[in-house]
Structures are given as C-alpha cells and as structure tokens.
C-alpha cells in the first residue's frame, strides 16, 4: 500500500501542521508575556476558519476520529501531570483559608454564569444556563502557578493560598461537571430528575475520589516496590500510566469524567512512593510525562480553536454573551477573594489570581459541546464560541494585572 492511500498518512501530516504551529503559536505568545496555550488556541483558531479565503483542505481533520482520540488523550495526560505536581499532603495544608476561598470561587461564578444565561439565552434550556455557570467554576492551576513562578513569588502567602484554592476548586468543578452532564444526561433519556438523583451522582464522584484517593496513596508505595524490581526501560513511567489510565477508567464507568480518575491518579503517586526509581538516577514521573504531555496537549488546544467558528463572532448575540461571561468570570473570582479576610493578604492579588479559566475552562466547553437533550446540543457553536473568546480574555489579562497587583502590594508593604 502506498503512503498516500494508507489512513494513517494523513494523520501524520495533520500532527506535523498542529505540533508545529502549537510550537509557533506557544512562543509568540510566550515572547510577548502570555501562556503558550493562548498561542496553541490562536493557531487552531487560524487553521479552523481557512476555509473562509477558499481554503478547505483542514476542514476535514475538524471530523478526523483519530485526531480526536488523540486530543482526548491529550486531555487526560494534562490533567494527570497536574495532579502529578500536587499531593494529598499539599492539598490538606493549604487550610481553612484556601478552602473559603475556592467555596466562594465556585459559587459565585456559577451563580453569576447562571444568570447571565438566563439573561442572554432565554430561549435555550435551564441545563445551558447551569452548564455556563459550571464552566466559570475553572480555574487553571497551571496558568496560575506559571505566572506566579515566573514573578518570582511562588513561595509568597498569597501565592500558597491561591495555588491551594485553584487545586481545590479544579475538584469542586470537576464535580460539578460531573453532577451537571450526569443531570443532562437523565434529562435526555426522559427520567426524572430529583434531588435523590443529584445527592446520588455527587455521592458518586466524592466516593470515588476519596476512594481513589485513600486506597491509591496506600497502594501506590506497594505497586512501584514490585514494579522496581522488574527489568526493562520505561517500567516507573509504564506503572504510571497504567495508573492513570486504569483510575480514568474507572471513573468513566461510574459515570465521572475520566479526566476526574488522571487528575486524582496523579494526586496519589507521590515521588517517595517511587525514590527505588530515583534512586537509581531515574526521572521523576512529572519529568517522563511531560514529553508526552508536550506531544499531545497542544494537539487538544489546536483541535478546540479549530472549532471555532469566526463567522459566529459577527453575530452580536455572541459579542455580548462573551463580554458579559468575561465580566462575570473576573466578577466571581474577585468575591472568593472574602476567603482571606481576617488576615494580612493581598486579597486583590489572591482574586486576580483565580481568573484564568485556561485549559480547564476549555476542557469543560469541549464536553458541553457533546451533551444534548433530544439531539439538541446543550452547548450550540454560538455559546461555546463565546466561552473560548472569555477563557483567551481571562488568560490574557491574569499576568499583567497579577504583575501589577503583586508590585502594588509590595509597594505598600514597604
């Protein structure tokens, strides 16, 4: 069979376009202050839309399944990697403090992004409005701790507090996708919703987290001393894997989002359960998963700008739920700034700090695009259209308004 009819030809040129444009698109954003994710959604975004001047060959990879699995592995790979840079232990300190603060974080955007879905989709389904208000629960950690770290304040009180905030509400919003899909989900099938079936569902996701959880950290240590003693290349990064993958599994099967088992699969290994690996000159599991990571998370952004739709933006309707999502997204991050009162903190910086929604937000869009009711979208074009532009915009302005807020906070404290 020659190369130009095997199907697996055109996938590999597919990823040489997206992996080099990501890379492109990562260090032009990067050279001017911004995320390399907001690069990686820009160039999507462009090979979306070429279609527009007449160009039609990318059209095709939007629809490509292997593609798409790929971009979902991605997804998985991303969330387990951040959860491979936190621990049970850290998120148990970080206190009362980040706690408030992440309550108040999912709240007060989830009910702000209720209403203005009420207020600008009338005619669309209540579960639109709640599903609006679930995607302004994100934060992402990893925008936040990249920022921080690269001001040089990580270690600050604010920093440790924001940081241990953002881990905590990626958990809350992760359940809250699950409560709200698994809620969609009955609505399609015509059963009936009750509050039974809601506490059934949350019962569900903190069973299994604190399952997982619990059983991983005590499984975890005992899985990699057998595992070390195997011979072979790749073993700490294999028995990984099979962690993460088996834990998303899991979590799928009692019907959670598989990104909810990566995220808490990377939570429990933590790098003393594995030093028979180190010890012997091995990487850590954060550094073997981040090549992959690299390979296949920026295949995920491309695929979620390509979705875009750039004709929808001159709908007015779009603008403005765009802006008002955006306001609503700053809005409710600023009030779970409350968690740090009774303290001396830099409260601004702290609620500047849980605005960028990120790959999170983004990643609770991708799933609302494949919920329906009677084979009506929840998430139509024109709303997730809008949601994308309000995830760039709360990237964009973090680290600008973080740097200033920080340096003003400084400032004053001298």
Known sequence: MTSHTDPIAIVALALAIILAGAKVGGHLAERIGQPAVLG????????????????????????????????????????????????VGDMLQVGARSLAVAVLGVVAPWVLGWAVGVFMLPQHSVYAHVFLGAILTATSVGITARVLRDLGRAQAPEARIILGAAVIDDILGLVILAVVANLIGAANTGAALSWGAVSIVIGKAMVFLVGALSLGLWLSPHVFRVTARLRGRGIL???????????????SVIGLAPIVGAFAAGLVLEQGHYRQFTEKGEHTLVELVKPIASFLVPVFFVLVGMTVEIAAFANRGVLGLATLLTVAAIVGKQLCALGGLGAPLDRLSIGIGMIPRGEVGLIFANIGLGLAINGVPVIDRGIYSAVVIMVMLTTLVTPPLLQWSLARGEARSR
């Open 40 to 87: 990686e959604l820009l160039v999507g975004i462009v090979l979306g839309n070429l279609h527009l001047v007449g160009i039609e060959n990318f059209e095709p990879l939007k629809a490509n399944t292997t593609l798409d699995a790929l971009a979902r592995l991605g997804v998985i790979l991303l969330l387990f990697e951040v959860g491979l840079e936190s621990t």
């Open 237 to 251: 990064l294999a028995t990984g894997l099979v962690f993460c993958f088996l834990l998303s599994w899991l979590a």
